[in-house]
């Protein structure tokens, strides 16, 4: 009894996060070995499928949080993360790197290792991703040298940038038994190959090697164009590079027109060993180094101004699209897939590039708001299947099959070591959708078959299914079978298919075995001149049948629809596997003595059904009592969620926000625009000042100018800004408001300059002194996809008509928790009106929604408490207007500061975005938060604040812990 109470203990601890160990002196980290051959990479000699999915931390500002992504990672199926590190992220100014509280990247990786995923590091320095500058930080537009070449400038910027990122890579790696790093990436879609690329890729190569690296190196081509491939690949028209491995990126989902339904992608490409082949076919430009997509479509970003496409993203590259091309890509032999994205979180901030908001849903599948996509689910079923068949990290082509419809093709391939064969049905072409029957032959040293040998097999709308023949599983010989592995536990075998289609299992024995059927309708026929015992159902719930005896251990094989197998989970623990039916998610499993303590997530009361070790159960730390089922579980109940009451947003108030507007405004402390040379695309005319915002420092978010002129001014002004994706600029003159510009949106690669003309009022012309004071919104840096120095194009304004003018400038300082990211310079948010515990006071009572506003920006502020249950993990966000409707029509814009945090832009007359996506940790589940919005409108009735409300994005019963990023002690 009293060591059965110690293991109880001992898992409770666990559970929490407290070792009971003593504390004794650390051993040496283990070495460790990466090796590969053409087919797969190998892991001291232990092949690997790597099933990998991208996340960005910087996307999801709560650290605690990062640990539920990627446990649901692992839960559904992965085996890898790739992550992206962005320089901007972590440098405000040259010399100066942040590693600390958000920012903290020893820590993702640490949680990664924890979660059980290998990890492939994408450091940059250029990484693309829809953010800023493409990870170029601000400062970098200011450098001469051209970027992503051997110019000395830049390339001691990257230096110094690796020297950081590396010192945090290289304390994780695998080779040195510290952590999980297998692959490390230089460089992202590098298109340019001239001798300043060929030296830079080079330089890279031999900087992070010396900095410690040691894991193999790639480069991520864009689009498979046979660049930057092994000094050995000797395949023609490939541009050699300093790499390891060769990888490249596509995205052949695409993505959903603003218009669009979702509807059904083209045809699921061969870029492997069933493709062209040469220097433009995928893996075949790299033939002695394994198949390698370091991106693949997960889904699509979505730009200002669509109507809104992530939902129908979503689906477009769903369930079925994942079956077609994720399957066609394991049949042509790519052992290492990373698909982008699996969860993209939130481009909070000044973050994205013009060409997103702040919203980087991406239709992946795990939403922004944490919650598991169906597709998710999908992914689960296809990655525990190549972790249940190792043999299919080694394939080649086998003899062609023919299957007996000719609206349907077999791939056929087998492992030329076990003799393992492989077979993915599909339409052909892929791209269909029609319902189609076939049979198709099967021949192995197990004999040869026409299968299945009773009914036929269906292919019923996008769909593909991965069949294995001649194979060891769980103690047992498979044949053959029309339903797909999923997985298998603890003398457990668990296939699935498609709802009400037929399943034929065959599995061969020295002689003839009990059958058992415990649950559902499955049927039974023994060959004793082969050996076989088939089994025949259909796929409608859950059936269990017990094998036993035949001279092989006992199995229980439990037959499943593809939803009910879709509810199980499987990890390991030291003691072996555990397979878990029933709640929403399986986070962790560790046995102690008799208990194996589980901890996991509910969306509402469910089963939970337990096949491992163990005797007892302990549930999110508290035990559940479970009796002993005849196919060998333990079976009990779990309580789902309680309800989430959210406030009402009320007790507003307001303050005017735009004082630089006025002509009285004291900026005798601004800096003078008073440059006469840039390192900007866009040089300002000859004679005049330079005037673009990051040659003063400003870098992101709102910029303010004031030009003061002392004689007449034109009858039209005109005003040449940059300002990105839906940019815009605001003037007064002399205190009278002139009006706005916005750049044009509605489109994925929108105009990032544009001019604003204003027509003067003859009464603002005359001679004497005069203000003209201009706001400039950047959203964001343009990326440097085609190496022009695209980032380098202004930010601000550019230019004027207004000749003669002296010009004051100011933008915004870093916040020292929040980053360089997070503040633009609107007055307040200088003053500290974002932040919570700001004395307002005095602020008048504020009315929202708003029928009218001034022009210019106006701060709302209010707090509100919230009161989510003990044990509960609630994703929230703020909806602001109608949800229903891609734009309102309004012509205002809001940042919304939740505890200081600049979540998110809203605009109301460009979209799509309505909801914003409260992280927990920024937002706090169990007290005050304060909510300021800075709404910027061009003032008039219709165009003040419409409703804002908190939103319940999902809600469960159980989750991480989670601290407040703001709390004392959190940055370590």
């Not at 910087?58 to 992965?78: C, E, H, I, N």
């Not at 052949?252 to 490409?269: I, K, M, V, Y």
């Not at 159960?617 to 079976?635: C, D, E, Y």
Request: hydrophobic share 35%.
């Amino acid at each position: 009894m009293r060591r059965r109470l110690l293991a109880f203990v001992l898992a409770l601890a666990t559970a929490a996060g407290v070792s009971s160990a003593p504390v004794a002196e650390a051993a040496p980290p283990a070495k460790h070995r990466i090796t590969f051959d053409k087919y797969s990479l190998m892991l001291d000699g232990h092949r690997q499928f790597l099933w990998s999915g991208e996340f960005h931390p910087f996307r999801l500002p709560s650290p605690d949080l990062w640990r539920d992504v990627l446990q649901k990672m692992k839960a559904t199926g992965y085996t890898a993360v790739s992550i992206y590190f962005d320089w901007n992220y972590h440098s405000p100014a040259p010399g100066v790197y942040d590693f600390t509280g958000v920012r903290d990247m020893d820590k993702v990786l640490d949680l990664a290792a924890e979660a059980g995923l290998y990890v492939i590091a994408r450091p940059g320095p250029y990484i693309n991703a829809e953010v800023t500058g493409g990870g170029f930080p601000g400062w970098l537009a200011t450098q001469q040298g051209t970027a992503r070449s051997d110019a000395p400038d830049y390339l001691a910027a990257a230096d110094e940038w690796l020297t950081a990122i590396d010192r945090v890579i290289g304390r994780h790696q695998y080779v040195d038994g510290r952590g999980s790093v297998v692959l490390y990436q230089i460089e992202n879609e590098l298109a340019a190959t001239g001798v300043a690329q060929q030296n830079y890729v080079t330089h890279l190569h031999d900087k992070v090697r010396a900095d410690g690296i040691g894991v193999p190196i790639f480069h991520n081509d864009r689009g498979r164009n046979g660049i930057w491939v092994p000094p050995d690949s000797g395949v023609p028209g490939t541009v050699p590079g300093k790499v390891d491995l060769y990888a490249w990126d596509t995205y052949p989902g695409g993505s959903c027109r603003p218009d669009a339904t979702p509807g059904t992608p083209g045809n699921a490409p061969d870029w492997g060993l069933y493709g062209p082949g040469g220097a433009k076919g995928g893996a075949s430009a790299s033939p002695n180094t394994p198949g390698f997509t370091a991106e693949f479509g997960g889904g699509w970003f979505d730009y200002w101004g669509s109507n809104g496409t992530y939902p129908c993203t979503a689906v477009r590259q769903g369930p079925g699209y994942e079956r077609v091309f994720y399957g066609t890509n394991i049949a042509n032999g790519l052992t290492i897939q990373n698909f982008y994205m699996t969860f993209g979180g939130t481009s909070w901030g000044w973050l994205p590039a013009p060409v997103v908001y702040s919203s980087y849903d991406y239709g992946a599948a795990i939403d922004e708001g944490r919650q598991l996509r169906p597709k998710a689910l999908t992914m689960k079923e296809l990655g525990y299947f190549l972790q249940a068949v190792p043999p299919i990290t080694k394939q080649d082509k086998a003899e062609p099959v023919t299957p007996s419809s000719t609206a349907v093709k077999v791939y056929h391939n087998v492992n030329p070591d076990t003799r393992t064969h492989f077979y993915l049905p599909v339409h052909t072409p892929s791209k269909a959708t029609t319902n189609d029957v076939f049979t198709f032959p099967v021949s192995t040293p197990d004999g040869a078959y026409t299968v299945p040998q009773a009914g036929t097999l269906r292919l019923n709308g996008q769909d593909a299914k991965h069949l294995v023949a001649n194979f060891d599983l769980a103690g047992q010989h498979l044949v053959y079978s029309t339903s797909e592995i999923m997985t298998s536990a603890a003398g457990t075998v668990l296939l699935h298919g498609r709802p009400g289609e037929d399943g034929e299992t065959t599995l061969r024995y020295p002689r003839e075995p009990k059958v058992e059927v415990l649950a559902g309708n499955v049927t039974s026929t023994w060959d004793a001149s082969r050996g076989d015992l088939r089994l025949n159902y259909v796929h409608n719930g859950l059936a269990r049948v017990r094998v036993s005896g035949g001279g092989r251990p006992p199995v229980t094989v439990l037959l499943a629809d593809s939803p009910t197998a879709d509810t199980f989970w499987r990890l390991d623990t030291a003691a072996g596997p555990v397979l878990v039916r029933g709640p929403a998610l399986l986070r962790t499993a560790r046995l102690h003595g008799g208990l194996l303590a589980l901890t996991g997530d509910t969306s509402r009361d469910s089963d939970l059904e337990v096949w491992g070790p163990g005797a007892w159960i302990s549930w999110n730390g508290r035990p559940v009592g479970a009796r002993r089922t005849s196919s060998g579980s333990l079976l009990t109940q779990l309580r789902g969620p309680a309800a989430v009451e959210l406030p009402a947003l009320t007790g507003w108030k307001q303050a005017a926000g735009s004082p630089e507007s006025a002509v009285a405004y004291d900026d005798s402390s601004w800096p003078a625009a008073t440059r006469t040379s840039t390192a900007s695309t866009t040089k300002p005319p000859a004679g005049q000042p330079v005037l673009t915002a990051d040659d003063y420092g400003f870098h992101t978010g709102d910029v303010w100018y004031r030009g003061h002129s002392g004689g007449p001014v034109p009858a039209e002004l005109s005003l040449t800004y940059g300002a990105g994706g839906a940019g815009m600029l605001q003037a007064w003159l002399d205190g009278h408001y002139l009006g706005q510009h916005v750049l044009p949106s509605a489109l994925p690669a929108p105009p990032t300059t544009g001019t604003a003309t204003f027509t003067v009022p003859e009464e603002l012309r005359g001679s004497g002194d005069h203000v003209l004071s201009v706001m400039v919104r950047d959203n964001g840096h343009n990326e440097d996809g085609d190496v022009t120095d695209t980032h380098k194009e202004g930010r601000g304004l550019i230019s004027t008509s207004l000749t003669g003018a002296a010009w004051k400038i100011r933008g915004g300082v870093a916040d020292p928790v929040r980053g360089p990211l997070n503040n633009g310079g609107l007055d307040g948010e200088r003053a500290g009106w974002s932040l919570p515990g700001y004395p307002d006071g005095r602020w008048a009572a504020a009315q929202v929604p708003a029928a009218t506003a001034a022009p210019g920006t106006t701060w709302y502020r209010t707090n509100f408490t919230l009161d989510v249950p003990k044990g509960h993990d609630a994703s929230l966000g703020l909806t602001i207007g109608d949800p229903a409707k891609p734009r309102s029509g309004g012509r205002y814009r809001t940042l919304i500061f939740v505890n200081g945090w600049n979540l998110g832009q809203y605009v109301g007359d460009v979209g799509p975005q309505h909801t914003f996506v409260l992280p927990t940790g920024i937002l706090n589940p169990d007290g005050r938060n304060t909510l300021a919005l800075a709404v910027t409108s061009d003032g008039g009735p219709g165009n003040g604040l419409e409703p804002v409300a908190l939103t319940d994005l999902g809600t469960v019963r159980g989750g991480v812990p989670v601290r407040l990023v703001d709390s004392p002690g959190y940055r370590r």
